[in-house]
């Protein structure tokens, strides 16, 4: 089935350094990739997502592009803030199931 | 607003006791899931469910078990069984389509004393 392997982290960053966390996936075919953020105790949220090859999802400053060639959909910042400070999870759907298949999420600390 | 609500934030339970878990949707979805998640670590689903009166086990289901009898509900209980269960557990729902995003809500932090 579809898999996803995320960065490890956890990053430590200070404030407007550039952010990359990289997630690559296996899939048969080309299905929609998302990215959601975890901040402390909370729920996710949808972060971006992309739908099909070659598109770029992007949302309050991050992006993320759909890369057939390399099976890859890293997350960007130009410029993080503290407030990004979070857990980010790459994700795919499972197969032919209604699921997602998480990655094991990245924790972001940005320091002022 | 549309949206998840989970309940409560915060649950305590001695061992050997069942403890349910709430979870609602008003976003008129049709698919409805239970993930616990582990200090640092992933999510793990528990069950699905992809309809009404209609579920099925994830990857960690022993120890657990849930009922969908309203399409906006999905109640999860914690059963004795269940060897470990202090963890955040997590309620999500989708239009269930294949490639639709998931919608979570805010979670309850279960412990065990």
């Known amino acids: 089935g579809n898999s996803v392997t995320q960065m490890e982290g956890p990053v430590t960053l200070s404030e407007e350094a550039f952010l990359t966390i990289n997630c690559t996936y296996t899939?048969?075919?080309?299905?929609?990739l998302f990215w959601y953020v975890q901040y402390p105790g909370e729920g996710l949220q949808l972060l971006l997502k992309?739908?099909?090859?070659?598109d770029k999802g992007s949302n309050k400053g991050f992006e993320a592009t759909y890369r057939k060639e390399t099976t890859s959909f890293h997350l960007e910042k130009g410029s993080v803030q503290v407030s990004d400070s979070a857990v980010y999870f790459c994700?795919?759907?499972?197969?032919?199931?209604?699921?997602?298949?998480f990655g094991s999420g990245t924790q972001l600390t940005v320091l002022p | 607003d549309g949206g998840i609500t989970q309940s409560p934030k915060y649950l305590f339970r001695k061992e050997g006791q069942n403890v349910t878990l709430s979870c609602e949707q008003n976003?008129?979805?049709?698919?409805m899931y239970w993930y616990r998640q582990d200090p640092g670590q992933g999510l793990r689903l528990i069950y699905y469910?992809?309809?009404?009166?209609?579920?099925q086990k994830g990857d960690i289901a022993e120890g657990y078990s849930v009922s969908r009898e309203k399409k906006e509900s999905f109640p999860l209980t914690v059963t004795s069984a269940q060897k470990n269960p202090t963890a955040f557990y997590l309620c999500?729902?989708?239009?269930?389509?294949?490639?639709?995003?998931?919608?979570f809500g805010p979670g309850t932090r279960l412990t065990v004393l």
């Open positions: 469910s992809q309809i009404v009166n209609d579920f």
């Open positions: 899939a048969t075919g080309y299905p929609s």
């Open positions: 992309a739908t099909k090859a070659d």
């Open positions: 976003l008129n979805h049709d698919a």
């Open positions: 999500a729902s989708s239009r269930g389509e294949h490639d639709n995003e998931q919608f």
């Open positions: 994700a795919l759907p499972r197969g032919s199931a209604r699921q997602l298949t």
